[in-house]
């Protein structure tokens, strides 16, 4: 033997290959009528046994307050926590001193959805998403401006809540 | 013989339609099955049920890039497709697939070529597609596709000589080789059906069939986690799927061979209605059903082994077959020799049930110290022999 191969000793009296043959095509057979698991996507997007989670951090949304206006007051703290640094943020101030977002643009492909906007904004303005289907044709539909992340309407996520870490 | 030349044309027309559009369906079937079997769903989107997925792959085939390799033998590397698609189809021409057709102008056998020699004829021909594989892993000059091809004539090879062994316990039973006197023969009740008297000849057979076929559990010549596929890594397009439509059509022929040799071609059980004249368009139809039942009944086989085995190392596929199927088939052969000159010779029984019967008990009484053997024995063992 040229090459140390360990060689097993398989314990003579405990082998099968009949049996254990014929309870592998048993097992098969069982399954071949077991009901599936797959979910057939387009059509069916959450099961009984699976749906996306409350917390998930998908692509944002800008909440508005009742006369339809983003709730932002472009106080610059989600550009200033953004580790990807993917929010642009003009602000701008009108005539009775309330400052709002003259621009307000995230680059969803710079994100890393790590949810620190949600977290860190004190007007619950902006939202990371529960949301996961973002096809877009071309690649600068992927900035998203004010007007864009107002109109969303996908749920919002939860995020990760330190005082009730399992989400009960 | 202008007659017999038209209903040879349409013969040859309809079940070369019929089987490359089994075999479109048996591709599906295998992907849905296994996909059950692994509580998946598999291809349902194109057409109802994923009946025309199929047809979308076929088409997809046909307009992909033919790869050439450059440094491949370019010659051999076109015919070797062709080489192992021909006679994977050539080999239905000789079975019967129903009962005689009554026409106008005469009964029409349902078998394409009604030859003599049917049955040597399909081992032939089994023996001819091995030459496709081995040069179409030669001819890419590719080391995995060579060494698929090696595996695949030596895998072949092997376990043709037990397959050849095995169906002579079946040509001595039936002292014919023509197709249709096989049929005619195992026609007379359920238990002359040859599985019954030649219980064990059926099972060294399938395991045979399942090697010459390359299917799982020996599918090495294609064992896509050490070969990449093997003898067709370096196929693409039309050209691989001719492999593809091979291994399929061999199926289908090894399926049909076995229900013709063991399990009495289209004779319908517990009734002689359907192998009596007057033929009738009725009886062809019922036979032509019961010939597909079986023959499904055995693909479904096909697909259940191979969604449920591990593959064969190559050192016990070779042991499996030198050591243990080669010298069953021989000791069976000349049991089952001795059987049949005893019952036939020294008692003066006539080929019937009876017979069938007491070969069937003797083939129960083998079959016990056989599986035992097997179930506990070493074949399966580790790749050094112990020091």
């Given amino acids: 033997m040229a090459i140390g191969v360990k060689v097993m000793k398989r314990p003579g009296a405990r082998v099968s290959y009949v049996r254990a043959t014929l309870q592998g095509m048993a097992l098969t057979l069982q399954h071949l009528f077991r009901p599936k698991v797959t979910m057939q996507y387009p059509e069916e997007k959450s099961s009984r046994d699976w749906a996306l989670s409350p917390r998930w951090r998908g692509t944002h949304r800008m909440l508005t307050d009742e006369q339809g206006r983003a709730k932002c007051v472009a106080c610059g703290l989600c550009p200033q926590i953004c580790p990807a640094n993917c929010i642009k943020l003009v602000p701008g101030e009108d005539e009775e ?11 969803e492909f710079r994100c890393v959805f790590c949810g620190y906007c949600q977290e860190v904004c004190p ?18 539909r992927f900035v998203y401006d004010l007007e864009r992340l107002c109109a969303q309407t996908h749920p919002v996520s939860t995020l990760w809540d330190p005082s009730d870490p399992k989400g009960e | ?91 239905f021409a000789v079975i019967p697939f129903a009962a005689p057709l009554p026409t106008p102008w005469g009964d029409v056998d349902m078998v394409v070529a009604n030859l003599p020699v049917g049955f040597l004829y399909i081992l032939a021909f089994g023996s001819l597609g ?8 030669w001819s890419s000059n590719n080391k995995y596709s060579l060494l698929g091809g090696l595996r695949a004539s030596a895998q072949m090879i092997s376990y043709e000589i037990a397959m050849g062994m095995s169906t002579v316990a079946v040509l001595l039973l039936m002292g014919n080789v023509t197709l249709t006197d096989v049929i005619a023969r195992q026609a007379r009740s359920l238990f002359t059906w040859n599985v019954f008297p030649l219980s064990l000849a059926y099972f060294i057979f399938i395991v045979a069939a399942f090697a010459e076929t390359n299917r799982l559990p020996f599918d090495l ?11 067709h890594t370096e196929y693409s397009a039309m050209k691989f799927s001719m492999f593809y439509i091979a291994e399929y059509a061999n199926m289908v022929t090894a399926s049909a061979l076995m229900t013709t040799l063991f399990f009495g071609g289209w004779d319908i059980p517990f009734t002689s209605w359907d192998n009596t004249p007057p033929w009738t368009t009725l009886k062809t139809l019922a036979t032509l059903a019961m010939f597909t039942a079986k023959v499904i009944c055995f693909l479904f086989l096909y697909i259940w082994v191979r969604w449920t085995l591990p593959r064969f190392r190559y050192d016990q596929l070779m042991a499996l077959g030198w050591k243990v199927m080669l010298p069953l088939a021989l000791t069976y052969l000349t049991v089952i020799a001795t059987a049949i000159w005893f019952l036939h010779d020294a008692l003066g029984w006539t080929y019937d049930t009876r017979f069938a019967l007491a070969l069937f008990a003797l083939n129960l009484l083998l079959a016990m110290p056989l599986f035992f053997v097997l179930d506990r024995g070493r074949i399966v063992a580790g790749s050094v022999a112990e020091a």
């Avoid at chain 2, 030459?131 to 892993?137: D, N, P, Q, R, S």
């Avoid at chain 2, 294609?222 to 003898?231: P, S, T, V």
Wanted: proline share 6%.
């Fill in chain 1, 97 to 107: 001193g309330n400052r709002y977002p003259l621009i307000y643009e995230i680059d």
């Fill in chain 1, 123 to 140: 007007e619950e303005a902006i939202h990371v998403g529960v949301h996961y289907e973002n096809s877009e044709f071309s690649r600068d």
């Fill in chain 2, 1 to 91: 013989m202008s007659f017999f030349l038209v209903a040879s044309i349409i013969k040859i027309v309809v079940v070369f339609t019929v089987i490359m559009v089994g075999v479109a369906l048996l591709t599906l079937a295998e992907r849905r099955i296994c996909a059950w079997m692994q509580d998946r769903l598999g291809p349902n989107r194109v057409g109802p049920q994923g009946l025309l997925q199929p047809a979308a792959d076929g088409l997809k085939n046909l307009v992909k890039e033919e790869t050439l390799p450059a440094q491949a033998d370019k010659a051999l590397f076109m015919l070797a497709p062709a080489m192992s698609f021909i006679p994977a189809l050539l080999a």
């Fill in chain 2, 130 to 137: 091995v030459y496709g594989i081995v040069l179409a892993g």
């Fill in chain 2, 221 to 231: 010549p294609e064992a896509e986690g050490e070969l990449i596929a093997g003898y």
